[in-house]
């Protein structure tokens, strides 16, 4: 067993005590007069897996964000200095109100939720995250949708100087992502701003990220500064690279394997040595909300 420094509340509390003490603490803030500053209000979702989350400590230092390099603590070492604030995202294509918008007023109006989700990536390990966020729908809904949009494009941040994983040449970066309209109006699909109920972690995308759960976790792009609504599918990033691996749905599916390994379990970050191997759900357990979706479609081909 590693030696632990000290133990984060995350660590030790499950979910429901989690909630509860959250309430407690901003009823206890609240009575003596002080605003619960860092605590983000966010209400809780239908949508929430009951399964119990990751700590924070998994959350933030096991991470795929290529931009700060390609070891999985490279974005917990090397993500501290990028700057988030100021942060724009320009929105632009067929929508009525292009624009940049800074991310306060990205986030204006929009209610925010506490979605725990299941997160699977395609090398075949999962978490559970309790992300905070709101439905990428509301956005797209205040920007306006132009008649003959059918997809949206997400592009990263592009600086070098902060994020040293760009300085390679293995990405043609910035790191590009892309959806169909119904994929990014689907509840299920938001914009995180945050988890565990505080701002969300550099290593995790901030300050805003997409998170589409039934998904491989590559569809779900940090640090967004781009969203452009389009009529053709947009380039993404990892089709590019080795367009036979990862297509441009990359819905989570146990039945269709990767080139290179099997799509049928998974093993949960945190589950520890011993724990076995999981079993891959269809759309990665979100199949009764996004299975309509895709009628009709070969998955096999759509992959
Ligand atoms: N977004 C950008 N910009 N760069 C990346 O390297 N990695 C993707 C996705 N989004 C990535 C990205 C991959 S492969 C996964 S599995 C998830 O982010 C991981 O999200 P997490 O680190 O918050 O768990």
Redesign the pocket.
Known sequence: MAWKPDLKWSEVTPKAAWLNRRALMTGALAAAGMPALARIKANPSAFSTDETPNTLEE?TS??????FGWDKGD?AALSGNLTLDPWSVEIGGLVERPGTYDLADVMKGQPLEERIYR?R???AWS?V?PWIGFQLSGLLDRVGVKPGAKHVAFQ?LLRPEEMPGQNGRSIDW??V?GLRLDEAMHPLTILATGLYGEDLPR???API?LVVPWK????????IVKITLTEQQPPT??NLLQPQEYGFYANVNPTVDHPRWSQATERRIGGGLFAGREETLMFNGYADQVAGLYSGMDLRTNY
């Open positions: 959350i096991y991470n795929n964000f290529y931009e974005a997160l990536c395609v090398e978490m995250i990263t910035p790191y992502e290593p995790n995308g990220r491989y976790g590559f569809k779900s792009i940090k640090s990033t990892w």
